[in-house]
């Protein structure tokens, strides 16, 4: 069974820094691109980083660029999000998402629960 | 304001049919960018039900169906079923942008 399992967030002050992780099982982690979307509390869907199966491509939103960095171990079916620089308006829920094919729009066949992330003072 | 533009809600009956639009422009759906559909029923995480503008992973009902035509994509949902109730996005990519973008939503709510 294709699992993802997110974890590391929590409340954190502005200014601060913060890693998630997603653990995927049931299928070749490193055969897929893995991507990193956001949703602020009843808000819609944030495309946030994206990165390809190698890890030799790397992708971000313009608003996170230069803050956050996505990595992933291979060795480990473990993919990563350090966040640091963190403001208010990144308070949300980070879900992991794996990618169907290595293509710009990919779709994003299985996420995981999500895990929460909240800036704030 | 999202790049991708969707109806904040619709509503519909048990067993009627009803669509959701997803417009985009010439930099995403009209560029030929594939568009995805996911469902989020509150208080879970997006699930995948149409990828590649019309196609149905495996599991998801043929109640469900998607099309694109120019810079705009459409779901539509037959013998709407309370379970139907959630949150509705399109997603697609942006040349101009060089991101995956997301629609705003649409809550469908069955009366």
């Known amino acids: 069974e294709v699992q993802l399992v997110e974890s590391g967030g929590g409340l954190v002050q502005p200014g601060g820094s913060l890693r998630l992780s997603c653990a995927a099982s049931?299928?070749?982690?490193?055969?897929?691109?893995m991507t990193w979307v956001r949703q602020a509390p009843g808000k819609g869907l944030e495309w946030v980083s994206a990165i390809s199966g190698s890890g030799g491509s790397i992708y971000y939103a313009d608003s996170v660029k230069g803050r956050f960095t996505i990595s992933r171990d291979n060795s480990k079916n473990t993919l990563s999000l350090q966040m640091n620089s963190l403001r208010a308006e990144d308070t949300a829920a980070y879900y992991c998402?794996?990618?169907?094919?290595?293509?710009?729009?990919?779709?994003?066949?299985?996420w995981g629960q999500g895990t929460m992330v909240t800036v704030s003072a | 304001q999202s790049v991708l533009t969707q109806p904040p809600s619709v509503s519909g009956a048990p067993g009627q049919r009803v669509t959701i639009s997803c417009t985009g422009s010439s930099s995403n759906i009209g560029a030929g960018y594939d568009v995805h559909w996911y469902q989020q029923l509150p208080g879970t995480a997006p699930k995948l039900l149409i990828y590649g503008n019309y196609n149905r992973p495996s599991g998801v009902p043929d109640r469900f169906s998607g099309s694109k035509s120019g810079t705009s994509a459409s779901l539509a949902i037959t013998g709407l079923q309370s379970e139907d109730e959630a949150d509705y996005y399109c997603q697609s990519y942006d040349s101009s942008l060089r991101g995956v973008i997301f629609g705003g939503g649409t809550k469908l709510t069955v009366l």
């Open positions: 049931g299928f070749t982690f490193s055969s897929y691109a």
């Open positions: 998402a794996k990618d169907m094919y290595s293509s710009a729009d990919d779709a994003f066949d299985m």
